[in-house]
């Protein structure tokens, strides 16, 4: 297989600011914990060759010594696997349940990841599951547009929102993720470029790098979208498709108005670019339910809708959709003969149930999240006085805090050294952007939450009273 190579210039944006002068941490060490962490969560794609060692330290203004020692013990974790006259390669342990940094350290709290456990109704969904299987065991179980039932409750629901929707106009996927990288596959090739939300969900930018394509961002303002800066940047690049998050966007949590959503959907019209919009967040709403879909500000049914269940229901229900014409419809399905053989028909037969019963359960899912968001905000404000939450969340798992420096991937590789993952900000951005960021989710329940933090504020201190005595230093 031809592995991936992974550009000099390239490496030097995603590691960021990676040194800090910290007297107890050696520049090998602080290298070695820059890489790794952009192996473990995933902006260094597994498999790929980093530059060699000499031209890495020009580049980073270091020894070749230093270089090597932080190469070194990265084989010995189990994070590179080097040969001579092939360079480093990356990969993960293979002991990679609970990967820690360290030997001896504590399984890893992954709070680089929204999203909630499953709830009681998982269970008895799939136990209904069960009972009606029988009935489709006749059948090859091979079926790439969906259960037609389950495509009809989907549609009864865009109907619903303002969106009249037919059953042929649903396809179910293996999650919105898949359903993008089929997206991709129909629509773009090689080197095309698709416009995308800045910052935007990760796995679209990796489907999006994945399908070969370039992304291109437009900047997201204190409030709202920059609808000027997206009709601009499509005049300018002529992309293939805009990929949007219109319902409490991941990350910012931020819901998008309905003039906005109409101003956007003839934006698209007019430039003849293709809309796909990710509504997997739409029924995570606090105070009010989003606007109508962007597709129904579309006269000719040219915009995509990308929805899924993994985050109302529950993550491990691999289950998406996609919402389109019938005309596009039918050209995915047969893109997809490439692919797979269809979405397995026990999480349809799950996922029937869980439609039907939703609002038994998702108002008591909002409120808890309502609850979370409060108990982890107030949190925050005691422990980390000099961040900055962007926003209050409309809904969704997350909040978007700016830190005071650009220091988030250097707290990322500390909170890794206590056990907890984090989402540092340029996991969710291009060409190494907003270091000054960080994605916090408040799934967790209060008391859990709270002892995370508790558990970061040491390492956060420390890192930011270090980088303060630096930046006096330099002054003087």
Avoid at 170 to 177: K, P, S
Avoid at 212 to 222: G, M, Q, T, W, Y
């Amino acid at each position: 297989m031809t592995q991936r190579r992974t550009g000099t210039s390239s490496l030097i944006k995603l590691l960021g600011h990676w040194h800090q002068p910290l007297p107890r941490t050696p520049v090998y060490r602080q290298l070695a914990d820059g890489l790794r962490l952009l192996i473990l969560d995933g902006r260094l794609s597994l498999d790929s060759r980093l530059p060699g060692e000499r031209e890495l330290a020009s580049a980073l203004g270091i020894s070749r010594t230093t270089v090597a020692a932080a190469l070194a013990q990265l084989r010995d974790e189990g994070y590179l696997l080097s040969r001579q006259g092939s360079g480093s390669v990356t990969m993960l342990p293979e002991n990679s349940r609970s990967v820690s940094p360290l030997p001896g350290m504590a399984p890893v709290l992954d709070l680089s990841t929204a999203a909630l456990p499953a709830g009681p109704e998982i269970h008895q969904a799939y136990s209904s599951a069960l009972l009606a299987l029988p009935e489709h065991l006749t059948s090859s179980g091979y079926n790439q547009h969906g259960l037609p039932e389950l495509r009809e409750v989907i549609a009864r629901g865009y109907a619903a929102r303002g969106l009249p929707t037919t059953a042929d106009q649903i396809m179910l996927v293996n999650g919105a993720v898949s359903g993008l990288g089929l997206i991709l596959r129909l629509l773009t090739g090689p080197g095309d470029r698709v416009v995308i939300d800045h910052p935007t969900y990760p796995m679209a930018l990796e489907a999006i790098k994945g399908a070969s394509c370039r992304p291109v961002s437009v900047s997201l303002p204190e409030h709202g979208w920059d609808t000027d800066g997206l009709a601009a940047t499509i005049a300018q690049t002529s992309p293939r498709l805009a990929y949007l998050i219109a319902d409490f966007h991941n990350p910012t949590g931020r819901c998008m108005d309905a003039a906005t959503r109409a101003t956007v959907v003839d934006i698209a019209a007019r430039s003849r670019t293709a809309l796909v919009v990710d509504e997997t967040m739409v029924d995570l709403w606090f105070d009010a339910p989003p606007p109508p879909p962007l597709a129904a500000f579309d006269d000719t049914d040219s915009v995509i809708t990308l929805g899924s269940a993994g985050k109302s229901f529950w993550g491990g229900l691999r289950l998406g959709w996609i919402r389109a014409s019938t005309r596009t419809i039918a050209s995915l399905i047969q893109v997809r003969n490439s692919l797979d053989l269809g979405t397995p028909i026990l999480e349809q037969l799950a996922a029937i149930h869980l439609f039907k019963e939703a609002e038994s359960f998702l108002p008591q899912r909002r409120e808890m999240l309502r609850q979370n968001l409060r108990a982890c905000s107030e949190a925050i404000h005691e422990l980390f006085p000099d961040w900055r939450i962007t926003s209050k969340p409309q809904g969704g798992f997350s909040l978007w805090i700016e830190l005071p420096k650009p220091l988030a991937t250097m707290f990322a590789v500390s909170a890794e050294s206590e056990g907890i993952r984090i989402g540092a900000g340029p996991r969710f951005g291009t060409e190494g952007a907003f270091e000054r960021y960080l994605r916090m989710p408040y799934t967790l329940e209060p008391a859990q939450m709270r002892n995370a933090l508790e558990r970061l504020q040491p390492g956060w201190q420390y890192l930011a009273q270090t980088r303060n005595h630096s930046s006096r230093g330099m002054l003087v």
